[in-house]
């Protein structure tokens, strides 16, 4: 049974139903005057023209690299290795065809075992309850306070 509202015309409780004679052709149609609306007036050449023009953008930005001086970077092509680059402004395939990842060769880096430097950035080298000291089990199972460095330089990327 169909409702009565309050214009005394039928149809839902929120209002008027389909009109007589409205079909999917009216549906269609308020749709692309919905979408003349939004786009601008060239229609979709516009659209179509910044969407290449941005992908084109983001091809560059992502063609260039930088290798800092303490570094080489090992470049792969779709995860296989491909070559070392020396440092300095390098160029390569865009949008993650080809990826450089930078190592430092130049520089000593060292692990802390036991103890963290305070103001170190490594998360994996600290301590999880924020004690500077961790203490290790010996194979007697007494604990000992053990606290070593060990330094090391990368030599083959």
Known sequence: MQSQNSN??????????????????????QGQDRLKQILPSGGLRPVILFAILALVGLGAWTAYYTVPSDSVAVVQRFGRYLNDVPPGLHFKLPLGVDVATIVPVKRQLKQEFGFATPGSTDPFQTSRDGRRETQMVTGDLNAALVEWVVQYRISDP
Do not use: F, M, T, Y
């Open 8 to 29: 005394g015309g039928r149809g839902g409780p929120w209002g008027s139903g389909p009109k007589p004679g409205s079909d999917i052709e009216d549906l269609v149609r």
